[in-house]
C-alpha cells in the first residue's frame, strides 16, 4: 500500500469511527427504544470473490442467517434464524417449498478421496430440522431430516425418507424410499408408515405458510410495531390465520376504539363502537 492508499484507510477509518460514535450516542438517546432496533447490521448474503447467492422473491431469509458464495435457493423455501449456508468451495442448491430451520448449518465439500465432486443438493419440499448439519450430501424431495443429525459427505436420503433427530449418517450411506434411519451411526430403523409420508409435505407446507408470517413482521415499521403493541395491550389481538398454526384459541375482541395518537390515518378508518 502506498502513501496516498495508506492516507485514503486513514481517512476511512476515522469516519467508520466517527460514525460509530455517533451510533452509540443515538442509542443513548433513544433510551429503552435502544433495544427495538429495526435495522440489521448483520450482513445475510455475501459474495465470494465471483459466487453470490440467489435467492428467489418469493422466499424468506431471516435477518441472523448467513449465505455465502454459491448458494442457490427456490421459490417458497425457508432459512431461519441462525442457519450458515457456506457455499465457497461448492455449491449449494435448494428447490422450492424446502425449510432449513433455525441454526442448522449447510457446507460443500471440493471433493472426497475417490475425487468425487460433493456439492450440497437438497430437493423440494424438504423439512431440516433445528441444529441439523449437512456437508457435502444430496437429500431428495420430501424427505426428512430430523432436528440436530449429521449428514456427512456423500450421505444420499432418498424422496420419503427420514432422519430420525440426533443421528449420524456416516459418508456415502444411501438411505432408501420410505425408510426412518436413526442413531450413531445411523441405521434402519423401520419402515414409514402411510401417514408419515403424507405428514412430510404437509410439514413443509406448514413452514412456507409460517415463513410468510415472519417475513411480514420482519417488515413492519417501527410505527407499525408501536402501533400494534396498543392494540395488543388493551385488547385482545385476534389473527385467524396464524393463531391456527399455533393452535391458539382466542375470545372474539369487541369493537376496537383506537388511541387518537397512534397512527391518526389507521384509527380514522378503524371501526368505531356506537
Not at 435495522?39 to 453470490?52: E, I, Q
Request: proline content about 4%; some cysteine; overall charge neutral.
Amino acid at each position: 500500500m502506498g502513501t496516498l492508499g495508506k492516507a485514503i484507510y486513514t481517512v476511512g477509518f476515522w469516519i467508520r469511527e466517527t460514525g460509530q460514535a455517533i451510533d452509540r450516542l443515538g442509542c443513548r438517546l433513544q433510551g429503552k427504544y435502544y433495544f427495538q432496533e429495526q435495522l440489521s447490521r448483520h450482513r445475510t448474503l455475501m459474495n465470494v470473490y465471483d459466487k453470490a447467492p440467489k435467492v428467489d422473491k418469493d422466499a424468506f431469509v431471516a435477518p441472523s442467517a448467513s449465505l455465502i458464495g454459491n448458494v442457490n435457493v427456490g421459490q417458497s423455501s425457508s432459512i431461519w434464524y441462525g442457519c450458515v449456508l457456506r457455499g465457497d468451495c461448492n455449491s449449494i442448491s435448494i428447490g422450492s417449498g424446502t425449510n432449513i430451520q433455525d441454526n442448522s448449518l449447510v457446507h460443500v465439500a471440493k471433493s472426497n478421496l475417490a475425487g468425487k465432486v460433493l456439492p450440497t443438493i437438497i430437493g423440494n419440499n424438504v423439512t431440516v430440522g433445528h441444529s441439523a448439519v449437512l456437508h457435502g450430501c444430496t437429500v431428495e424431495d420430501e424427505a426428512f431430516v430430523g432436528m440436530g443429525a449429521t449428514l456427512l459427505d456423500g450421505v444420499h436420503v432418498e424422496k420419503n425418507a427420514m432422519v430420525a433427530a440426533g443421528s449420524l449418517v456416516r459418508q456415502n450411506t444411501r438411505i432408501p424410499c420410505g425408510e426412518v434411519w436413526g442413531g450413531n451411526p445411523a441405521k434402519f430403523l423401520r419402515k414409514l408408515t402411510k401417514e408419515e409420508i403424507a405428514f412430510i409435505p404437509e410439514s413443509a407446507t406448514n413452514y412456507a405458510n409460517l415463513a410468510q408470517v415472519h417475513a411480514s413482521e420482519n417488515a413492519k415499521s417501527f410505527d407499525e410495531i408501536e402501533f400494534e403493541k396498543v392494540l395488543r395491550k388493551k385488547f385482545a389481538h385476534k389473527d385467524e390465520e396464524y393463531d391456527s398454526m399455533l393452535g391458539v384459541v382466542r375470545e372474539t375482541p369487541q369493537e376496537l376504539i383506537l388511541p387518537d395518537n397512534v397512527l391518526p390515518e389507521k384509527a380514522a378508518v378503524a371501526p368505531k363502537a356506537s
